[in-house]
């Protein structure tokens, strides 16, 4: 399509942590390049995150519960979008249309039938009602079904918002899940799911001490890693799986890690899991980068809520002597805001008509519009 002026479009993302939303403003060029604008969070209510993690695993009524929770988290979403609406003395009609990725329980590509189903929660004509916005939405599904894992979609944005010229650059995101993208200097692009990034360190810190993250990694400092249950769980087939792949909740989660504490380390304190934890999170990076992307990378940007894990962030660089490890920020994009960006991106990807997947990353067979649109 043809257009000249930029159009303002809003990003949401609620990802593998489940915590809340973050939307993001961004405006988007004639010739595709965006700038993010403005940003703002706000948490999911206690019912309705209990409700969201609760959907991960197989229940009684599922399909009546998902439902309305894909109505609760359209709720959410639009109220986050009046916020930053607000904030940024905006109506609804200054917005081309919302990218908005609904919340991810289940994820389960290429099983079962040869193709699989990712499942992301949302009522997107509740969405359009409740902001007068049009929404693009089910992002993943049109990349399943060339084959794909339909994750990680971020590489492409990535490439347009943070590659360097003359530059291989590694963009890490740390979200429930970490993912990796990998934009060589030479054009070519790509990406994969490392495995558990704060999923598990929220759910055990959680479980011990009623907090919902380890702020800035302080109590997984305290503690030491205990090699056998570090050993277990690297031992765990999917960090031998060579891309494309793409994982979740569905295989990292607590009762995953409980079974690996049972059976190889009984004793260790509740301080030394954390610790354990943090080093797996560390290592399921460092050692996929090292398999399946070596080469001569001078720098590692990290983006989500990890970027603010300074223990974290200090073992990247422990394991990584060679390259530079630094936040987003180095780019003049808060780690906080690349992935809402990403799904802005994505949604004005798909109003123009234009592929929004990356092979390379994801598996799958061509190039593909993604997402559906509906309108305001």
Sequence with gaps: MTMTGAELYIGLMSGTSMDGVDAVLVSAEADGSVQALAHEYQPFGA????????LNSPGDNELQRAALAGNAVARAYAQVCRALLNAQRRVPQDIRALGAHGQTVRHR????????FTLQVLNASLLAELTGIAVVHDLRSRDLAVGGQGAPLVPAFHRAALAQPGEDVAVLNVGGISNVSLLWADGRSGGFDCGPGNCLMDGWIHRHQGASYDAGGQWAAQGQVHAGLLAAMLAEPYFHQAPPRSTGRDLFHLGWLDERITAHAPQVSAVDVQATLLELSARCVTDSLAAHAPGAWRELLVCGGGAFNEALLGRLRALLPGMTVATTDRRGLPPMQ???????WL??????????????????????VLGSYTPA
């Design 338 to 344: 690349v992935e809402g960006a990403a799904f802005a």
């Design 47 to 54: 019912e309705l995150r209990a409700e969201l993690l609760a």
């Design 109 to 116: 590509p290429g099983e079962f039938d040869g193709t699989g």
């Design 347 to 368: 949604a004005m990807r798909h109003v123009r008509g234009l592929p929004g997947n990356l092979p390379a990353a994801t598996g799958g067979t061509g190039l593909r």
